[in-house]
């Protein structure tokens, strides 16, 4: 089967500019979820969707993050505006049961 | 609450040597617990997992074992290979809760 895409594979951009990641999970995975690696630490769960529901969106930065997942399929995670520390790599997962986990390669974005 | 502690690295072996990367996590009641491995450009693999207390996780010759007693996860392999090259990182799961809780990661250098 088809794996997690992501895309872009690679982003960078100026602080305070604004940048888009995209994620086409596996077909019929009901649950899509977004962590943030910053480098030399364990991946930090941001946003947690059940379909098109948010489940757990409690570590997700508000201010300046949003993701959404129109139609239950594929998600967007925007920054706007993007900070220094924003710099990491952002993974997408998606799951039929919550023990199968499988993760996209990732976009690794850089804020200058 | 909820959070996986590992040991840190990088951890520099030869080949063949016997690898051991410490993992302990909080005794909030009994989690499922997990190894990935990340490889150089690529996105977190699943190595092995274990649900309950004795349980003992393996793939491509990696092992470990759940032990309650003393709250530990750590990975072992009897004969590491320069494939073995990569970042691991331990991660836990409570029931009832999708996502996963990652530990900081231990890198692993294995040189011929």
């Known amino acids: 089967e088809a794996g997690v895409a992501q895309s872009p594979r690679y982003k960078i951009i100026e602080k305070r500019q604004s940048v888009a990641f995209w994620c086409n999970p596996i077909s019929g995975h009901a649950t899509l979820y977004w962590y943030q690696q910053i480098l030399g630490q364990g991946p930090k769960l941001l946003i947690q969707?059940?379909?098109?529901?948010?489940?757990?969106d409690s570590q997700l930065p508000k201010d300046r993050f949003s993701a959404e997942r129109l139609k239950g399929v594929d998600s967007t995670l925007k920054i706007q505006p993007a900070k220094l520390e924003d710099s990491a790599v952002y993974l997408c997962?998606?799951?039929?049961?919550?023990?199968?986990?499988?993760f996209g390669s990732g976009t690794r974005l850089t804020v200058v | 609450g909820n959070s996986v502690t590992q040991m840190e690295g990088p951890v520099t072996l030869s080949e063949e040597a016997f690898l051991t990367i410490n993992c302990t996590y909080t005794a909030t009641g009994y989690p499922s617990l997990f190894w990935y491995v990340q490889y150089p450009g690529e996105g977190l693999q699943l190595l092995l997992k274990a649900t309950k207390a004795d349980d003992k996780g393996s793939n491509k010759g990696f092992e470990a074992t759940y032990r309650k007693e003393t709250t530990s996860f750590h990975l072992e392999k009897g004969s590491v290979q320069v494939s073995d090259s990569a970042v691991y990182f331990c991660?836990?799961?409570?029931?009832?809760?999708?996502?996963?809780?990652f530990g900081t990661g231990t890198r692993l250098l294995v040189s011929p």
């Open positions: 969707f059940q379909n098109n529901g948010v489940v757990d």
């Open positions: 997962a998606s799951s039929l049961e919550s023990e199968s986990y499988t």
């Open positions: 991660a836990s799961r409570y029931t009832g809760f999708q996502k996963l809780v």
